[in-house]
């Protein structure tokens, strides 16, 4: 049998979102990762495109972690007629389902809107997926065991590696007759709070490997001081601290940075308030997959005893109403919908106001206008003027920068053939070949949108 295998870059080519890429061997077509494309509207716009390939014909999809830009086409790939496996970590699993379903949940609301205000192209405007989209995709998922190579058809098999980046988050060895050809997936920091350090490949052919960071390394800030500083200047001016955080890890990190602060005595008691019915539920997987983290069940059981949790949108208006000092962590990251609208809705005309943005802010979104120094807000239909104080947390990213990513090269034993550069802004990606070349002397190459390779 002729053994021809190439792989083709669907997605997160020249960019960082839309994750997808195809593996085709004789016997299989594996597509690693299947993510939704974020961000301005020329890119959204590719999740309504055709695939390049049929999407009947995919036998079997790998996933390396939860995050929408690497499972949130999922169920677009299910109703273009997939029917095969959807292989991850049970906890990344887990994630992929609160991601899915808040996503078929915005797909379905934005529709609604541009069909209550008439701008879409298409009449009526529809959802690129819905929520029976969604329970559909869930038919296929089947959980897969970590550091243990499964058996996917003769002669090629696969092993997930520990991460770091969030809650189940793996890179992926993938073993095709022999030849090693390994996924980055997202890695994370070497020294989480929350979790382990990333495992790193010994042996690698072909890299897959991504750059998000690629072109800078990370502020060296004390998270700690900046919140003890912004909590005692709430206290002190009797104002609030209003926190848009990603559900996914932020908003647990941040809910452990109060925790550990407050039990050693370094902020005094205020009342730090987690309003995301999104996070909670990543709070129950943190409880579920206890051997993925560094926490255990008494320290979390301790910490969100600590914190005051807000589950219905009834109580958000309770919050509101106290008119006491008070940490409010609430979604979405950037502003760009979520229970934080409210609280903003109320408070950001108020001088008292600290907004704290807790990390990237894209081009586009609320969060970026009040980075740059926005006078009023826009949302509700409705201009609000921003009186609050705006600052910002850059040092909680959940991925490696250029020395951490450079690091996770450093064991392999051989040079592998080729490392791709792939989940990147051009800029970060050409700085990391750059970075790579001078350390390591390995062949790179930033593949562009759709472009295939034969590696074998
Ligand atoms: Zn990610």
């Given at each position: 049998?002729?053994?021809?295998?190439?792989i083709?870059?669907?997605?997160?080519?020249?960019?960082v979102?839309?994750?997808?890429?195809?593996?085709?061997?004789?016997?299989?077509?594996?597509l690693?990762?299947?993510?939704?494309?974020?961000?301005?509207?020329?890119?959204?716009?590719k999740?309504?495109?055709?695939?390049?390939?049929?999407?009947?014909?995919i036998?079997?999809?790998?996933?390396?972690?939860?995050?929408l830009?690497h499972v949130?086409?999922?169920?677009?790939?299910?109703?273009m007629?997939?029917?095969?496996?959807i292989?991850?970590?049970?906890?990344t699993?887990?994630?992929?389902?609160?991601?899915?379903?808040?996503s078929?949940?915005?797909?379905?609301e934005?529709?609604?809107?541009?069909?209550?205000?008439?701008?879409?192209?298409?009449d009526?405007a529809?959802?690129l997926?819905?929520?029976?989209?969604?329970?559909?995709?869930?038919?296929?998922?089947?959980p897969?065991?970590?550091?243990?190579?499964i058996?996917?058809?003769?002669?090629?098999?696969?092993?997930?590696?520990?991460?770091?980046?969030?809650?189940g988050?793996?890179?992926l060895?993938?073993?095709?007759?022999g030849?090693?050809?390994?996924?980055?997936?997202?890695?994370?920091?070497?020294?989480?709070?929350?979790?382990?350090?990333?495992?790193?490949?010994?042996?690698?052919?072909y890299?897959?490997?991504?750059?998000t960071?690629?072109?800078?390394?990370?502020?060296?800030?004390?998270?700690?001081d900046?919140?003890?500083q912004?909590?005692?200047?709430?206290?002190?001016?009797?104002?609030?601290?209003?926190?848009?955080?990603?559900?996914?890890e932020?908003?647990?990190l941040?809910?452990?940075?109060?925790?550990?602060?407050?039990?050693?005595?370094r902020?005094?008691?205020?009342?730090?308030?987690?309003?995301?019915p999104?996070?909670n539920?990543?709070?129950?997987?943190?409880f579920?997959?206890?051997?993925?983290?560094?926490?255990?069940g008494?320290?979390?059981?301790?910490?969100?005893?600590?914190?005051?949790?807000?589950?219905?949108?009834?109580?958000?208006?309770?919050?509101?109403?106290?008119?006491?000092?008070?940490?409010?962590?609430?979604?979405?990251?950037?502003?760009t919908?979520?229970r934080?609208?409210?609280?903003?809705?109320?408070?950001?005309?108020?001088?008292?106001?600290?907004v704290?943005?807790?990390?990237y802010?894209?081009?586009?979104?609320?969060?970026?206008?009040?980075?740059?120094?926005?006078k009023?807000?826009?949302f509700?239909?409705?201009?609000?003027?921003?009186?609050?104080?705006?600052e910002?947390?850059?040092?909680?990213?959940?991925?490696?920068?250029?020395?951490?990513?450079?690091?996770w090269?450093?064991?392999?034993?051989?040079?592998?053939?080729?490392?791709?550069l792939v989940?990147?802004?051009?800029?970060?990606?050409?700085?990391?070949?750059?970075?790579?070349?001078?350390?390591?002397s390995f062949?790179?190459?930033?593949?562009?949108?759709?472009?295939?390779?034969?590696l074998?």
């Amino acid at each position: 049998m002729e053994q021809k295998v190439s792989i083709q870059f669907l997605g997160a080519a020249g960019t960082v979102t839309g994750s997808k890429f195809l593996v085709e061997t004789p016997e299989l077509k594996i597509l690693i990762d299947c993510g939704l494309f974020q961000g301005e509207k020329p890119l959204r716009d590719k999740n309504w495109e055709p695939l390049e390939v049929d999407a009947s014909t995919i036998d079997l999809v790998l996933l390396t972690h939860g995050h929408l830009d690497h499972v949130g086409y999922l169920p677009r790939l299910v109703r273009m007629g997939f029917e095969g496996k959807i292989y991850g970590t049970a906890p990344t699993l887990s994630i992929t389902r609160i991601i899915l379903e808040d996503s078929a949940k915005i797909q379905e609301e934005d529709a609604d809107q541009a069909n209550r205000e008439g701008y879409s192209k298409h009449d009526p405007a529809l959802p690129l997926y819905n929520q029976r989209d969604v329970e559909q995709t869930f038919d296929y998922l089947d959980p897969q065991p970590m550091g243990v190579f499964i058996d996917l058809a003769p002669g090629i098999r696969y092993k997930h590696h520990y991460a770091g980046h969030i809650l189940g988050a793996t890179w992926l060895e993938l073993e095709v007759f022999g030849r090693i050809i390994v996924f980055s997936g997202d890695l994370g920091r070497e020294n989480d709070l929350l979790l382990r350090p990333v495992e790193r490949p010994v042996k690698a052919d072909y890299i897959i490997m991504e750059s998000t960071y690629g072109d800078r390394e990370h502020l060296d800030e004390d998270v700690e001081d900046i919140l003890i500083q912004l909590v005692n200047e709430v206290l002190h001016h009797r104002g609030n601290l209003i926190i848009p955080s990603f559900a996914v890890e932020r908003a647990q990190l941040l809910v452990y940075y109060f925790w550990q602060l407050y039990k050693k005595n370094r902020i005094p008691a205020i009342p730090v308030v987690i309003d995301s019915p999104m996070s909670n539920k990543v709070f129950d997987s943190f409880f579920k997959f206890p051997d993925w983290h560094r926490l255990n069940g008494a320290m979390l059981g301790e910490m969100l005893n600590y914190v005051e949790v807000v589950d219905s949108y009834r109580d958000t208006w309770r919050v509101i109403d106290r008119k006491q000092p008070k940490v409010v962590i609430a979604g979405s990251g950037m502003i760009t919908g979520g229970r934080v609208l409210t609280y903003l809705q109320q408070l950001i005309d108020e001088p008292e106001t600290i907004v704290l943005l807790a990390g990237y802010q894209a081009e586009g979104t609320r969060g970026r206008d009040l980075l740059e120094g926005a006078k009023t807000l826009r949302f509700f239909g409705k201009e609000y003027v921003v009186r609050a104080r705006t600052e910002c947390l850059q040092s909680l990213s959940a991925h490696a920068d250029q020395g951490e990513l450079l690091d996770w090269l450093s064991d392999l034993e051989t040079a592998p053939e080729k490392v791709f550069l792939v989940h990147g802004e051009p800029e970060a990606a050409k700085e990391l070949k750059t970075a790579i070349a001078n350390k390591y002397s390995f062949q790179t190459e930033i593949p562009e949108m759709n472009s295939k390779y034969e590696l074998m």
